[in-house]
Nanobody
Framework: QVQLVESGGGLVQAGGSLRLSCATS??????MGWFRQAPGKGREFVAA????????YHTNSVKGRFTVSRHDVKNTLYLQMNRLKPEDTAVYYCAACTNSYYSPDAYYIRESYNSWGQGTQVTVSS
């Protein structure tokens, strides 16, 4: 069973920073990503990184503020979040994808991922 364990969430003031981490079991994935779910809303894509090329993808609302990265030796995925806004408040989920897709568009889709972490709460106060 693949395990993904997130950490690093918390309460921060608007304009502040947090770094989320996702430790994996070491299984090889084609891509890993971050999604978030705010109260009363659906789970939305935040960012992803492909394993072989290292290509990264970020949703428009976080571009220039959030950066996804990975540390292959530590088998850890990161999400550096800067200039946080109250609208970034959500539960953040780490996800892993074992299938390979030609189109990068696939990595923006929740259904492309087949392993999920338990989530970590991020709260941004105004």
């Amino acid at each position: 069973q693949v395990q993904l364990v997130e950490s690093g969430g918390g309460l921060v003031q608007a304009g502040g920073s947090l770094r989320l981490s996702c430790a994996t079991s070491g299984r090889t994935f084609s891509a890993m990503g971050w999604f978030r779910q705010a109260p009363g809303k659906g789970r939305e894509f935040v960012a992803a990184i492909r394993r072989l090329e290292g290509s990264t993808y970020h949703t428009n609302s976080v571009k220039g503020r959030f950066t996804v990265s990975r540390h292959d030796v530590k088998n850890t995925l990161y999400l550096q979040m800067n200039r946080l806004k109250p609208e970034d408040t959500a539960v953040y989920y780490c996800a892993a994808c074992t299938n390979s897709y030609y189109s990068p568009d696939a990595y923006y889709i929740r259904e492309s991922y087949n392993s999920w972490g338990q989530g970590t709460q991020v709260t941004v106060s105004s």
